[in-house]
């Protein structure tokens, strides 16, 4: 049985992860093994919002509709906006909190979270500042803060 994380420090990124990391940390960590300076960081990986997702029926729920219904841009703007306060108050597993406040613990000091999409920074296509973003987040926030980034992936 092959155990996959929940977060990965940027460093430790190879090759064989993109889908698990998703195009921003998967082309941080390239920079990171090409010698360039990039800061120390750590990604939430898919696995962890499968596991998130999965623990809330509702959000689960709303991600098939979302892939099977029509929607005016009207509609789409209200269901995107439930589907991130769903997000917002959706129950995070413990496995996921504790492995978000662990890989923190070994940066210390305030980070920034920013959603990301696994599809994002494709090969002709990138979306960098198009989401959210939260600057000076202090650790007792952290689970929070991520809770509702898949929303806005």
Known sequence: MIIVPY????????????????GKAYNLAKLIHLGINV?????????AYEDMVGQNPAIHDNIDKLRSDRYTLRSLVDFSENL?????????PSGVSDAITTAY??????VAVR?????????????AGALLHNLDVCPLSLPHHYAPAPARA
């Open 7 to 22: 977060t990965i420090d940027l460093a430790d990124i190879t090759e064989n992860d993109r889908e698990l990391v998703g």
């Open 39 to 47: 800061p120390e960081g750590f990604t939430v990986t898919t696995e």
């Open 84 to 92: 991130y306060d769903q997000f917002q108050q959706a129950d995070m």
């Open 105 to 110: 613990e070994k940066l210390g000091g305030k």
């Open 115 to 127: 959603s990301s999409g696994s599809a994002e920074d494709l090969d002709k296509f990138a979306f």
